[in-house]
């Protein structure tokens, strides 16, 4: 082995400069798209959202005046704290479900893998088409809930779940934790199962009743990955666009417009190129700001454990 | 817990009289029962839980198989009552270019943001993890910390950089954004395969004259092939499913993939909208996906468990 290197080492000297070619050769097709796709448009977006951007005629610099302008802009802070709600109830209702779910599914025992892969089948469609399954069984007429909730004996006229602000928001939070908490669970199970056995065998033990295991053990002991999760779990809630375009069209009294779909109808339906390119900008530093929180707590959850 | 149990186990040894025997016996039967209990209590809820996320599923795939009429009505039962109809994918294919072209563009769409995906992040890997050049370690953080930036907040410029390429409304257009999206994710992973094969083989091949790209088709790929099948799905089910960057960078008709063709069909025509229709969408989006994940759980979780550890 030793012998192997250094002969290589030695006889790789003379062509070190074109070995780094050939290096930079094969990662060149990734680094160009990565710019092309990636670098580039961020540049870009930067640099309109400093103009006002019609779709026809010319451009204008305006400098600052676009973030003035969205400060003063009503919609985009509904859109911004609908945002924030949408992403706080998610967050909680995934969890709430998450949880649970991945200790249910914890011990290997009959049948727990069939259990697991079913809850996670929802995961692997898309956010549209779980959007547009959704919307059907939400539809007063045709669909599925309404007869459901008249069976239970909890309403008796077929509610129009989509036409009032609470109960399209409460269809649409059912919906995404039916899609996402088979993610969030297989996530903390990887958690839950780190957790060396003998340390809860210890504090069995030792008296710990369920729930202080849980709550002076498990917990600790997750933070990393409860961290990641939670993280996972609001970036994607921030970035939420797909339920609320298809399935309420931006809901009742425009009142379920998230930050993707204000830019989408400002960029795409309006064309205010610039503006919309400013409020991108702004997502983008939302969403920055969380990955460094991310990796910061991360890192915080390393040292504790 | 474990020491009530050690202690019982322990006691027939030292006593052994008939009675302590038979209490024993009395106590191993109201422990079996207890067990048997939640075992049962454990499978009641296993089976609630399974409902839940299974029945939407399921009684989309059941309903989408009823006729015209019957498909307009809320699905109770949700299968057919009245024969098995293909009513609803009839009337799916009334919209825009017909299911099959729009099925057929996702199809392409998919498979060519696999295969570049697939040949392109093999390649940085075996780059990064094998050669040694200026600025590799900054490089590599820049390919990852794209992972940082929404692409939601890039479209407009994407719109125009494809049109100056004179790719805007092409479906090879989307791929490459689908492709550059998946690139974070598939170079890490193929990175960390490559780093995970022993150099030595590498030398071998060598001194049998293998060389560069026959060297890393021939020799190394089916070594990695078992990342390369996790970047491969990942790329399918994301591009397959992904709906915002299709919805803004195609603009006719015909290329829509199948989510931005449902949009038409949730719109609806002269305000009715054909239920029926979104039900054989669903189906249509649905079953590759399912197929796709069951096949090949294996590597799409390894995909996920990478993704996390990281």
């Not at chain 1, 050939?22 to 959202?49: D, E, H, Q």
């Not at chain 2, 040949?119 to 910390?145: D, E």
Request: aromatic share 12%; hydrophobic share 55%; net charge positive.
């Amino acid at each position: 082995m030793t012998v192997v290197s250094t002969l290589s080492r030695t006889a790789g000297r003379p062509r070190s400069r074109s070995s780094a070619w050939r290096g930079l050769l094969y990662i060149a097709p990734a680094m160009a798209l990565v710019i092309l796709f990636f670098v580039i448009p961020v540049i870009v977006t930067a640099w309109m959202s400093l103009h006002n951007w019609p779709l026809m005629g010319a451009q204008r610099w305006i400098g600052i005046n676009n973030y003035v302008r969205m400060i003063h802009d009503a919609r985009f802070l509904s859109a911004l704290r609908f945002t924030a709600l949408y992403t706080i109830i998610a967050t909680i209702a995934i969890f709430a479900v998450a949880f649970p779910l991945a200790l249910f599914v914890e011990k290997q025992r009959r049948f727990v893998g069939a259990y697991r892969t079913v809850i996670f089948l929802p995961v692997v469609v898309g956010l549209a088409t779980a959007s547009l399954l959704w919307v059907w069984l939400a539809n007063v007429d045709s669909g599925f809930i309404g007869p459901l909730l008249i069976a239970l004996g909890i309403t008796e006229r077929s509610p129009n779940l989509l036409a009032s602000f609470d109960s399209a928001f409460l269809t649409i939070i059912v919906m995404v934790v039916w899609k996402i908490a088979g993610f969030t669970m297989i996530i903390l199970l990887t958690g839950l199962q780190a957790i060396p056995a003998d340390i809860v065998e210890a504090a069995r033990i030792d008296g710990a009743k369920r729930w202080q295991r849980f709550r002076y053990l498990t917990l600790p002991l997750m933070r990393r990955t409860i961290a990641l999760a939670l993280i996972i779990s609001v970036t994607g809630s921030i970035l939420a666009f797909d339920q609320f375009y298809i399935m309420t069209a931006g809901g009742p009294q425009n009142r379920m417009i998230s930050v993707v779909y204000y830019i989408f109808n400002q960029s795409f339906v309006s064309f205010n190129l610039g503006y919309g390119a400013s409020l991108s900008i702004v997502l983008l530093a939302i969403l920055v700001a969380i990955s460094i929180v991310q990796l910061w707590l991360l890192k915080v959850g390393d040292e504790k454990a | 817990m474990t020491m009530t149990q050690t202690a019982r186990a322990q006691t027939p040894v030292m006593t052994g009289s008939i009675a302590t025997t038979a209490a024993n016996e009395a106590a191993k039967a109201a422990r079996a029962r207890r067990k048997r209990n939640g075992a049962m209590a454990y499978h009641t809820v296993g089976a609630a839980i399974v409902l839940f996320f299974l029945a939407p599923f399921a009684i989309a795939f059941l309903a989408s198989f009823r006729s015209g009429t019957e498909g307009m009505t809320p699905p109770l039962p949700p299968w057919p009552t009245t024969g098995f109809s293909l009513d609803s994918y009839r009337s799916l294919d009334t919209f825009g270019a017909g299911v099959w072209q729009h099925t057929l563009n996702s199809l392409v769409v998919s498979l060519a943001t696999v295969v570049l995906t697939v040949a392109i992040s093999l390649l940085a890997g075996y780059g990064f993890s094998r050669y040694r050049f200026p600025l590799k370690n900054t490089l590599f953080v820049l390919i990852i910390a794209t992972l940082m930036i929404p692409f939601q907040s890039i479209l407009t410029p994407l719109f125009i950089i494809l049109a100056k390429l004179g790719l805007n409304n092409s479906l090879f257009g989307l791929v490459l954004v689908y492709v550059t999206l998946q690139l974070p994710f598939s170079v890490f992973m193929m990175r960390n395969a490559f780093d995970a094969v022993p150099k030595e083989i590498e030398e071998a091949a060598r001194i049998d004259g293998a060389r560069d790209l026959k060297l890393l088709v021939r020799v190394l790929l089916p070594l990695v092939l078992p990342g390369a099948a996790t970047v491969a799905i990942f790329a399918f089910l994301n591009a397959w499913n992904e709906f915002l960057a299709a919805l803004v960078l195609l603009s006719s008709n015909d290329n829509y993939t199948m989510p931005v063709l449902m949009m038409a069909v949730r719109a609806g025509r002269l305000g009715a909208i054909n239920w029926g229709a979104v039900q054989a969408g669903v189906v249509v989006m649905t079953i590759p996906c399912l197929i796709i994940f069951l096949l090949l759980q294996r590597y799409y979780m390894r995909g996920l468990m990478a993704g996390a550890v990281k």
